[in-house]
């Protein structure tokens, strides 16, 4: 879980998949609580630091999630978003070994989301 949390720190977007899934259900609540206060805390740091990692904490949020429902809202949220770059090949990667149908849910709910862009449409089909 360390690992995970110094690649998100350190804005390494790229690596965090396979970290994801290199945890156990265990691993990767008690890496979410941990990411969730570090979310808190990027929301007070200036926009270029910022910057440097949403990304990573997007995808290895998403990844940690265990309930589909969680896991649509931190992807919809919109203190993570990131116009210049999808990333939604690193968060489907974060996902691999999701069931189908938890990953059929989590299309669903996201889709249901109001506020999709094109890029978002995108994800819900792969």
């Not at 990692?53 to 589909?68: D, E």
């Amino acid at each position: 879980m360390n690992e995970l949390l110094t690649a998100v720190r350190a804005g390494r977007h790229h690596d965090v998949p396979p970290l994801v899934l290199a945890l156990d259900r265990p691993g990767r609540r008690s890496a979410l609580a941990e990411l969730k206060e570090l979310r808190k805390e990027v929301r007070g740091w200036d926009w270029q630091r910022r910057d440097k990692i949403r990304k990573a904490l997007l995808v290895a949020g998403a990844g940690c999630h265990a309930g589909a429902a969680g896991c649509a809202a931190w992807i919809g949220g919109r203190d993570l978003r990131d116009w210049t770059r999808s990333p939604y090949p690193l968060i489907l990667a974060s996902l691999k070994d999701r069931d189908p149908a938890w990953l059929g849910d989590l299309a669903q709910r996201f889709a249901g989301r109001s506020a999709l862009s094109e890029v978002e449409y995108t994800f819900v089909g792969e």
